[in-house]
């Protein structure tokens, strides 16, 4: 079986202009990096510097407006339909659509695909019984407390069992002791899907829990720092943090980062 | 674990609460006792005894309430809703998919929303030489605007999250629709659906005031012609049933398909 294919972005530059001033603004000013089939890459930046507008033309909603972002030989947002059961996405917010059930939310995406409905009903019961939902199975989302709710949209992502995985804020709003489990449920089945996954997080603990590496982005999406946090011994993770918040309020990498590169 | 909900069932009994409130039974009855008198003091007061008959003779009037007239105005209201629903989700898609179709419609749909009831009426009898036509022409014109704008604004109201939700899972246009933006704009549908009912029970009565040979309005129009209030009031109480049967069964499919509502 072949694995999910790497993701390349080449001179990516995204400019968006203003509907009110009519203004352009730079929100990706060039961004080169590649990411590995099933590597879990966590994106970090402060407000504003550009990881939505990245997280956005990953999922194909936008264009860039230079350069080039491919998955494999294809465009997500020229080949956008190729796609289709490849990428899923985890929202900042669970987006249960609050008319179906958390059995129907989590076959959404089968359905879209078109698988016959009795698989789609088999793969969402067991992705919801790996995230420990199958007693609610018939509840709507409002039934339903946050963290099982966001569990849901996992489940719902994981059901086509996608090449990639898109998380952006995935578990920010969750309590930490919730949060802390997602995080790990996420990474477990991600790993066991052998799908690559891209984490955007402001949170740096999450990021260094969950990421292969951290990438980190400074004002319109400057590459500041590329870190493989395996070349960090758990010991010095507290340095490591420091370092990258040291980054990001500096807009320019940390001498820590530079020597562990 | 789970909020501390009040679950479906109690939310149905809810919905479904059939207690005759006591305020209501107190005011009709009210209401009752000071028309049975007035209709006794009518002679004392210089009130023409037609005026305000007693509930003796609504009630014969009531027994000669021909079914035919009844069932003839359901239709052509049923038929026309039906038709101005169609018609007004269709153009509402239509507008909600193309910016430049929206731009060019929609100032006509509100100048259409702005003709008075009774000019559609005159340039109905004036165009169209079938009372059916008529009556249907009048009924669509009056209510598909609504259902449009309504179902236009609704779709629009669809959470942008929603919608990104959906977009990054690739659905093709059609399910797109099916799968998102139509089921999110029920309850709008339904609300217009109600305020349609209504406005379309008044409409079809004015419009078959003029020209028709059956239904409601036309027995409306003889009653007035023989001076009978009683046979007024008779058809008035059978249009306020209608009116409030067609409502119930809108609410009930609504409990029905809404179940998933707080």
């Not at chain 1, 086509?160 to 898109?166: E, G, S």
Request: with cysteine.
């Amino acid at each position: 079986m072949s694995g999910p294919p790497p993701i390349e972005a080449r001179g990516v530059r995204k400019v968006f202009r203003q509907a009110t001033t009519g203004q352009s603004v730079v929100a990706i000013e060039r961004l080169d990096m590649t990411i590995a089939p099933r590597e879990v890459v966590a994106i970090v930046g402060q407000t504003g510097c550009g990881k939505s507008t990245f997280f956005d033309l990953l999922i194909g909603l936008e264009a860039p407006t230079e350069g080039s972002l491919q998955i494999g030989d294809k465009s997500p947002f020229a080949d956008f339909d190729h796609f289709r059961g490849r990428i899923a996405t985890v929202f900042q917010q669970d987006r249960l659509l609050p008319w179906r059930s958390a059995l129907d939310n989590a076959r959404l995406p089968l359905e879209l695909i078109g698988l016959p409905e009795a698989e789609q009903r088999e793969r969402a019961l067991t992705w919801l019984n790996k995230l420990g939902l199958g007693n609610f199975t018939n509840a709507y989302p409002h039934e339903l407390s946050g963290g099982m709710r966001q569990r849901v949209a996992i489940a719902r992502a994981f059901a086509v069992q996608p090449d990639i995985l898109l998380a952006d804020e995935a578990f920010g709003h969750l309590d930490e002791v919730t949060a802390a489990e997602l995080r790990d449920t996420f990474l477990k089945l991600a790993r066991e899907c052998g799908s690559t996954a891209v984490l955007i997080t402001h949170q740096l603990e999450e990021a260094i829990g969950v990421g292969d590496r951290i990438v980190v982005f400074g004002k319109s999406a400057k590459l500041l720092a590329d870190i493989h946090v395996a070349q960090w011994p758990k010991a010095r993770h507290g340095e490591l943090r420091e370092a990258i918040q040291a980054t990001l309020q500096g807009n320019a990498p940390d001498p820590r980062l530079q020597t562990k590169a | 674990m789970p909020h501390e909900s009040t679950g479906h069932a109690e939310h149905r009994d809810s919905v479904l609460d059939l207690t005759f409130p006591r305020h209501t039974l107190v005011s009709l009855a009210v209401f009752a006792v000071c028309w049975e008198l007035l209709s006794y003091l009518a002679p004392v007061l210089g009130i023409p005894p037609f005026a305000i008959p007693s509930f003796v003779k609504i009630a014969k009037s009531l027994a000669t309430i021909t079914p035919v007239d009844i069932v003839v105005t359901l239709a052509r209201v049923i038929g026309a809703l039906l038709a101005s629903f169609v018609l007004g989700l269709a153009l509402a898609m239509a507008m909600y998919r193309s910016e430049s179709l929206e731009k060019y419609l929609h100032p006509m749909i509100r100048l259409l929303m702005a003709v008075p009831v009774v000019s559609w009426i005159l340039f109905a009898v004036l165009w169209f030489p079938g009372v059916e036509f008529r009556i249907g022409f009048v009924l669509v014109v009056v209510c598909g605007p609504v259902f449009l704008i309504d179902t236009l604004d609704a779709m629009r109201g669809v959470p942008r999250e929603l919608r990104s939700m959906m977009r990054s899972f690739r659905p093709t246009t059609l399910q797109y629709f099916i799968k998102l933006m139509l089921p999110a704009i029920v309850p709008s549908i339904f609300t217009s659906w109600k305020v349609n009912i209504s406005l379309a029970i008044r409409v079809v009565t004015i419009a078959e005031l003029v020209g028709a040979v059956t239904g409601i309005g036309h027995q409306l129009s003889v009653a007035q012609e023989l001076f009978s209030v009683a046979d007024v009031f008779a058809w008035t109480l059978v249009l306020v049933a209608l009116l409030f049967l067609l409502e119930a069964a809108v609410v009930r499919v609504e409990t029905r398909l809404l179940r998933w509502r707080v």
